[in-house]
């Protein structure tokens, strides 16, 4: 209704983001710990706005979220690229599990950038599962550029963490993953009146 397209889908998740942040509740469950296994070495976080930190902030976009009033009810009161007024699903898990909010990768200096042996964020906002998903609106990290980004945090400085590969595989086996991206896919086929990528998202899911 008299909005762009671009800009529906992104207060779309925005709501979802909202819902989101208001269920979750800081507080461990015993029952719940137990089910995941309690404690883990490291949170590695891969996904779009719902959980983006600040990466977008570091790209070429129209999708960022380094204004107030977001982050007006974050540490601080400062917008940090968070899509929210707080802190984001990805925050709370964090603190859940007890690790330090999981820093954006984007914003991490050189060196450090391959360097966080316990937790690094990858997501980008307006991305999603396909390469092509949110580029009309500037870069993003999709899926794909998400992983190989991990991949080579794996293979430049978390190998050099590890004296055997065993080591280095039980490190990651034992690490907790958070992956909450897809939503941008559907968004932008709904806006893009492309009933056929649909199919082919469907597709993609069913075949992998
Ligand atoms: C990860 O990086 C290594 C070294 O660059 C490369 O050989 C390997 O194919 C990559 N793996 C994936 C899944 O991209
Ligand atoms: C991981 O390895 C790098 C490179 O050798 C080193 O600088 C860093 O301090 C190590 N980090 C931890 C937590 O062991």
Do not use: W
């Not at 450090?112 to 993003?140: E, H, M, P, W, Y």
């Amino acid at each position: 209704m008299g909005l762009p397209s671009s800009l529906k889908s992104h207060l779309l998740l925005l709501f979802v983001c909202f819902l989101n942040v208001s269920t979750i509740s800081t507080k461990p469950l015993r029952e719940e710990a137990v089910f995941f296994g309690g404690k883990f070495p490291a949170l590695y976080v891969i996904g779009d706005s719902l959980i983006d930190p600040g990466n977008n902030n570091y790209l070429l976009t129209l999708i960022k979220a380094n204004f107030p009033p977001y982050g007006s009810n974050f540490e601080g009161g400062k917008a940090t690229g968070r899509f929210s007024d707080g802190k984001t699903i990805a925050d709370y898990i964090a603190i859940y599990y007890g690790f330090p909010l999981v820093p954006a990768y984007m914003g991490l200096p050189g060196k450090q950038k391959n360097n966080i042996l316990t937790s690094i964020n990858f997501a980008s906002a307006s991305c999603g599962i396909f390469s092509d998903t949110g580029k009309r609106v500037g870069r993003c990290l999709s899926m794909n550029v998400q992983i190989d980004l991990f991949n080579e945090t794996i293979e430049d400085n978390l190998k050099k963490n590890f004296t055997t590969q065993p080591e280095l595989g039980k490190h990651l086996a034992e690490s907790l993953f958070m992956i909450g991206i897809g939503v941008n896919d559907y968004a932008s086929s709904l806006t893009r009146i492309q009933p056929i990528r649909m199919t082919s998202l469907t597709g993609f899911f069913t075949s992998s």
